[in-house]
């Protein structure tokens, strides 16, 4: 599976599913972790979050929404946030809390 897509006849870029490496930090451990990868990623591309045009947030639980909004906007670029969409959603292996996919512009 690809972890980056680029249309370079549109310019956009399209991010997998991320997910923390350490299912073992809480619920803003790993949004921090998702987010750091995130960047990383856009930066191999030649982007970076100023350029998400949306971002789809799945949590284990809403109860971790307040949580993880709280490192969302310390990370979000406050001048061109993306549009949004935040779930409760049964992940993949029972200790992910948190899985971003980002949409961005080159």
């Given at each position: 599976?690809?972890?980056?897509?680029?249309?370079e006849?549109?310019?956009?870029?399209?991010?997998?599913?991320?997910?923390?490496?350490?299912?073992?930090?809480?619920a803003?451990?790993?949004?921090?972790?998702?987010?750091?990868?995130?960047?990383?990623?856009?930066?191999?591309?030649?982007?970076?979050?100023?350029?998400?045009?949306?971002a789809?947030?799945?949590?284990?639980?809403?109860?971790?929404?307040?949580?993880?909004?709280?490192?969302?906007?310390?990370?979000?670029?406050?001048?061109?946030?993306?549009?949004?969409?935040?779930?409760?959603?049964?992940?993949?292996?029972?200790d992910?809390?948190?899985?971003?996919?980002?949409?961005?512009?080159?």
């Amino acid at each position: 599976m690809s972890q980056t897509v680029v249309h370079e006849a549109t310019g956009t870029i399209y991010l997998a599913g991320q997910v923390p490496d350490d299912y073992t930090l809480d619920a803003q451990g790993q949004a921090k972790e998702v987010l750091s990868k995130i960047d990383t990623l856009l930066g191999e591309v030649g982007s970076d979050k100023s350029k998400l045009l949306s971002a789809q947030v799945w949590l284990k639980t809403m109860d971790d929404f307040g949580a993880v909004n709280e490192i969302w906007q310390g990370w979000v670029d406050p001048v061109n946030k993306p549009v949004r969409a935040a779930v409760e959603a049964n992940m993949a292996h029972p200790d992910i809390l948190v899985e971003v996919m980002v949409i961005a512009a080159k």
